[in-house]
């Protein structure tokens, strides 16, 4: 049986790829080539999968140089399309992109179609990152794994992305201020950085915002399970796929609040990669949530 879809594997009819900003989750279909990020501390430059978190904490705590991250290049995309179509030999690729509001990733994948001879390339720009991208990312692999035609699996896709919200907190504001991604979160805080942000993907910009604030970063925890629940309701059935930086349990107290307001239908935790983590710093908890069950679920009751 396919990962997550209930069904025997098809005859798939076009591949998936994804970038960077993509933080896989095992427990759902996200086992898709990748064109990497890159980090960089001065002239040292690790790709997403050269360096570990551990090594990035490490180099965040040692190297007087702020890291800067780099989006994939025309060539790496390329790479990762042919990736693609060479494990399931189909000449049709969706390419799920970070958001274009905050990275240029999806125009180095259109640029990557010009050098790709004989392969129908589809870019989808998720208009989020990390876990969010992630369910996205699950909806397509689930629509390529159980033949359905990339039409439909753009369907599903976009119905992830408009019923997705990704809620994210940190312990500092530095690391995105150093990174100059700040932008509304800082306007929104004004001065007071000493507040702990709630910040969401804007989903008419694909820009990080604030929607939320808290005195200290327990309470920043506090205000993202109340900011889910203020979304989709109490007692509204939820998909959670819960981000952490340096301290895994920090998701656990997430989970907990959830569960006393909501039936948690699925769940799954990740430590942020390490190019997500240049901006959001060590210390960070996040959650991409999604009510009930998946839209091909839904489509089959």
């Known amino acids: 049986m396919t990962q997550e879809t209930g069904k025997p594997p098809q005859k798939q009819h076009f ?21 990497p990020f890159s980090v960089n501390f001065g002239d040292k430059s690790f790709r997403t999968d050269e360096i570990s978190r551990a090594d990035l904490f490490r180099e965040l705590e040692t190297n007087p140089q702020h890291p800067t991250s780099s989006q994939p290049t025309p060539q790496e995309w390329a790479d990762a399309i042919r990736e693609a179509t060479a494990t399931t030999a189909v000449p049709q690729v969706l390419a799920v992109t970070i958001s274009a509001g905050l990275s240029g990733s ?23 990152l990390s876990a969010a991208q992630a369910f996205q990312v699950h909806a397509a ?31 500092t504001l530095e690391y995105l201020r150093r990174g100059g991604r700040i932008g509304r979160v800082q306007a929104t805080l004004g001065g007071l950085l000493n ?25 920043g925890i506090e205000a993202v399970g109340q900011q889910v629940t203020r979304t989709y309701g109490e007692g509204t059935p939820l998909r959670v796929g819960l981000l952490y930086g340096t301290v895994r349990e920090d998701t656990d107290m997430l989970l907990e609040q959830l569960k006393g307001r909501h039936p948690i239908v699925w769940s799954g935790a990740v430590g942020i990669n390490p190019v997500l983590n240049v901006h959001t710093g060590p ?19």
């Open 15 to 35: 591949a998936v790829a994804t970038d960077g900003g993509l933080d896989a989750f095992e427990g759902l279909n996200n086992a898709v080539p990748v064109a």
């Open 106 to 128: 999806r125009n180095a994948a259109d640029q990557a179609r010009s050098v790709l001879e004989g392969i129908d390339v589809r870019l989808h720009d998720s208009g989020t």
């Open 141 to 171: 692999q689930t629509a390529a794994l159980r033949g359905e035609s990339l039409e439909t699996a753009l369907e599903w896709v976009r119905a992830v992305q408009q019923e997705t919200e990704l809620y994210f907190t940190i312990e």
């Open 195 to 219: 507040l702990k942000p709630v910040i969401t993907v804007d989903k008419a910009t694909g820009a990080y915002t604030n929607v939320s604030r808290a005195r200290s970063y327990k309470g």
């Open 283 to 301: 210390r960070a908890l996040g959650v991409a949530a999604a009510p009930g069950e998946w839209p091909w679920e839904r489509e089959n009751q």
